[in-house]
Antibody, heavy 121, light 108 residues
Framework: QLQLQESGPGLVKPSETLSLTCTVSGGPITGSSYYWGWIRQPPGKGLEWIGKIYHSGSTHYNPSLSSRVTISVDTSKKQFSLKLSSVTAADTAVYYC?????????????WGQGTLVTVSS | SYELTQPPSVSVSPGQTARITCSGDALPNQYAYWYQQKPGQAPVVVIYKDTERPSGIPERFSGSRSGTTVTLTISGVQAEDEADYYCQSADSSGTDYVFGTGTKVTVL
């Protein structure tokens, strides 16, 4: 059974960079046509797609966040990571990592449990 | 930017039918997907590719589409179906993804 687990600081100061890592277990990260994504959810609000990465390193970002987002992958560690720069209180959210199902299924079939990141001084 | 619009809330009595709509201009060009999210949990897909149901999802969940609107139908609603539901799709190129605004289903 594929499992994903987010890790990283739960508290980040305003203007700093939020960094999270997702570790994949129970299956390959290099599977054909699978992308690996980040989604966030501010407290009491809806889901927002942040971006996704293929094991080759090819990325796609939400245009509204693209100037501040970097997603990278380390296939040897079966991990992919999120960096979000210049954070403000509006970036406080539960951050989920997830696997995008194989094409043409453009949806997320496996999710991590999520990790709350609070932006506060 | 691309948006998917859902009604904020739907209320339904047990055993009745709940219908949740999702509208977006690019929907005719891409499949839609539906997630159920219960408090404190990650979302779970209940419908994929407009009408397909993953294994383990009860038959009372079904999906349909008409033009720029897709609909999630829960037939014979049960108390355990009380949750937030989100549609999701992609832009016309299939590159960028978007979630709907979300609908809270309340079982009376």
């Amino acid at each position: 059974q594929l499992q994903l687990q987010e890790s990283g600081p739960g508290l980040v100061k305003p203007s700093e960079t939020l960094s999270l890592t997702c570790t994949v277990s129970g299956g390959p990260i290099t599977g054909s046509s699978y992308y690996w994504g980040w989604i966030r959810q501010p407290p009491g609000k809806g889901l927002e797609w942040i971006g996704k990465i293929y094991h080759s390193g090819s990325t796609h970002y939400n245009p509204s966040l693209s100037s501040r987002v970097t997603i990278s992958v380390d296939t040897s560690k079966k991990q992919f990571s999120l960096k979000l720069s210049s954070v403000t209180a509006a970036d406080t959210a539960v951050y989920y990592c997830a696997r995008r199902a194989g094409y043409p299924g453009l949806y997320f079939d496996y999710w991590g449990q999520g990790t709350l990141v609070t932006v506060s001084s | 930017s691309y948006e998917l619009t859902q009604p904020p809330s739907v209320s339904v009595s047990p055993g009745q039918t709940a219908r949740i709509t999702c509208s977006g201009d690019a929907l005719p060009n891409q499949y839609a997907y539906w997630y159920q999210q219960k408090p404190g949990q990650a979302p779970v897909v209940v419908i994929y590719k407009d009408t397909e149901r993953p294994s383990g999802i009860p038959e009372r969940f079904s999906g349909s589409r008409s033009g720029t609107t897709v609909t999630l139908t829960i037939s014979g609603v049960q108390a355990e179906d009380e949750a937030d539901y989100y549609c999701q799709s992609a832009d016309s190129s299939g590159t960028d993804y978007v979630f709907g605004t979300g609908t809270k289903v309340t079982v009376l």
